[in-house]
Structure formats: structure tokens, C-alpha cells
């Protein structure tokens, strides 16, 4: 079965770090691109980050640059939200998902494409 499972969600204040993981199963995570997503409340989903291992691509949105990191250990077949300096704002529940490239992922999810979406991890950042 192949799968995609979101954790390390927490409770963190402002200014403050975590580092959110996605976890595959059933499948070689080092052929896919993965990206990450969230959801805040009464807002639209937004691409957050994205990793194309074999073509080395790297997105971030500008809202996260400079204080997100995405980053994968093939051997765990994980991949890596580090998130610093974490604002109000990036209160949300993250989801990851996968394709075979940056530009497919995000073009999928952009026209609203995407099959499906995981139950996500749910960051807050409040004092």
C-alpha cells in the first residue's frame, strides 16, 4: 500500500521551531517530488514548499522563505518541514503530497487536480 503520513504537528509560540515529518510507505521516496501544503482556518489551501529529487528543484512560497527548510532522509523515507521564526500566521493544518515533479505537483494542485489528501498535521502557533 502506498502512503503518505504527516506528523510532528504541535504547539509552538511565536518565534519559536518544529520540524514536521512525511513519512512514505510503500514506495521509494527518493523517485518522487513532495511537496507541502496547508490549511488554515477560512482560508484557501496553499502550497507551502516543494523538493524534486532528481532534478534538484526547490520551491518556496514567499510567505515561508528564509524560515522554512525542506530536507529528506531516504534511508527513514521521510521528508522535512523545518520551520523557524514561526509567525501567527503559519497556523495550520500541513498536508504533504507527492508526483514525480515540483512542476507537475504544483500544476496539479494550482487547477485543483489533486486525487486526495491525507488527515495533515495541525501546527499552531500562539503565546
Known amino acids: 500500500q502506498e502512503q503518505l503520513v504527516e506528523s510532528g504537528g504541535g504547539l509552538v509560540q511565536p518565534g519559536g521551531s518544529l520540524t514536521l515529518s512525511c513519512a512514505a510507505s510503500g514506495f521509494p521516496l527518493e523517485h518522487y517530488a513532495i511537496g507541502w501544503f496547508r490549511q488554515a482556518p477560512g482560508n484557501e489551501r496553499e502550497a507551502v514548499s516543494c523538493?524534486?529529487?532528481?532534478?534538484?528543484?526547490?520551491y518556496y512560497a514567499d510567505s515561508v522563505k528564509g524560515r522554512f527548510t525542506i530536507s529528506r532522509d531516504n534511508a527513514k523515507n521521510t521528508v522535512y518541514l523545518q520551520m523557524n521564526s514561526l509567525k501567527p500566521e503559519d497556523t495550520a493544518v500541513y498536508y504533504c503530497?507527492?508526483?514525480?515533479?515540483?512542476?507537475?505537483?504544483?500544476?496539479?494542485?494550482?487547477?485543483?487536480?489533486?486525487?486526495?489528501w491525507g488527515k495533515g498535521t495541525l501546527v499552531t502557533v500562539s503565546s
Open positions: 503530497a507527492r508526483d514525480r515533479a515540483c512542476g507537475l505537483l504544483l500544476h496539479k494542485f494550482y487547477t485543483n487536480d489533486m486525487d486526495s
Open positions: 523538493q524534486s529529487p532528481t532534478d534538484g528543484t526547490l
